[in-house]
């Protein structure tokens, strides 16, 4: 019994995501292998190998593959798919447009956002905008599955020694192409990754005082800046920012919600982070539902003195 992990990579290096993906991996039984499928991605497939837990490396190189469009990683996948019980993708937005792909293919049922590893065919995900948990047992021979890397720690990056093992790439599949992207550039910690988060709701009441508010508490924190559905929608922050059930889902060990009223699809994306402190002006506010600090205020005046106590 052997696990394939699809690595999330830059070609260049892993992206933390790939190292809770392996742990989970790890915990489905027998060994772990990890495809990395890019361009000129040397570098990462060598990164890979020295993942902890890792035993095997299989390494696509083409340009078909540089961008990690969903038809050609799927197709590379299944290339390479046979004598795997299990196949594991990060539940990010790139595991979970290709992760369908390949179920559907091998014509199996695809888990989807598992949490926890209860056994090699059974596992837990959330349901309900996480207000439930389901236990999911699967008689599929591949178990296709999408990881909330949040339940699951990483994996070490370094003290693995894995085989590199290079694989044909395939073709393109004409299907879709890489016109080009636009990266936004930070000096703040990655949203998924950051230990300490600072969001903001609809309450601020327009983008610049989205900025004008938020950013010297992050800056004297450290912290990543996230956004509700609400404020995005209005405009207040770019979407690369939400948190929530339909933008990032989010566990850091503080997580600080200014004028967020706390709505369900809001709260499943935040409410496995370790400490959650909420700033509103409304005492019947769901967010103080989750909250283990919660201060009745104004964020207008609670955030700039607060950045001033710091």
Do not use: W
Not at 39 to 57: F, R, S, Y
Not at 201 to 223: H, N, Q, Y
Not at 281 to 287: F, G, H, R, S
């Amino acid at each position: 019994m052997t696990a394939l992990v699809i690595a999330e990579h830059d070609n260049a290096s892993i992206k933390g995501a790939t190292l809770n993906a392996v742990t989970a991996a790890k915990a489905c039984g027998g060994d772990v292998h990890v495809l990395v499928a890019g361009h000129n991605a040397g570098a990462a497939a060598q990164a890979a190998a020295q993942i902890a837990g890792v035993a095997k490396v299989l390494h696509a190189d083409g340009e078909a593959l540089a961008h990690g469009l969903a038809e050609n990683l799927a197709a590379q996948v299944l290339a390479v798919a046979s004598g795997y019980s299990h196949i594991l993708f990060p539940a990010t937005a790139s595991g979970k447009n290709a992760a369908p792909r390949v179920a559907a293919k091998l014509d199996v049922a695809q888990i989807s956002d598992i949490t926890k590893v209860e056994s090699a065919d059974t596992f837990e995900r959330p349901i309900y905008a996480g207000n439930a948990i389901a236990t999911v047992q699967s008689a599929d021979g591949v178990k296709v599955i999408t990881v909330r890397t949040t339940a699951f720690d990483p994996a070490a990056a370094s003290g693995g020694s894995a085989a590199v093992d290079s694989v044909s790439a395939v073709a393109d599949s004409g299907k879709s192409r890489f016109e080009g992207q636009e990266i936004a550039k930070s000096d703040r910690p990655e949203l998924t990754a950051a230990k300490v988060i600072v969001s903001g709701g609809r309450a601020l009441g327009s983008s610049e005082k989205f900025e004008e508010v938020l950013t010297p508490l992050a800056e004297k924190l450290g912290a990543a800046i996230g956004a509700s559905r609400a404020a995005v929608d209005a405009g207040y922050a770019p979407n690369d920012l939400q948190v929530g059930q339909t933008g990032k889902i989010v566990a850091p060990q503080l997580y600080i919600a200014a004028g967020i009223s706390g709505a369900i699809q809001h709260l499943a994306g935040m409410k496995d982070s370790k400490v959650i402190v909420a700033i509103n002006k409304d005492p019947e506010a769901p967010i103080f539902s989750v909250a283990d600090y919660g201060l009745e205020a104004d964020l207008f005046e609670a955030v700039p003195a607060l950045v001033n106590a710091l």
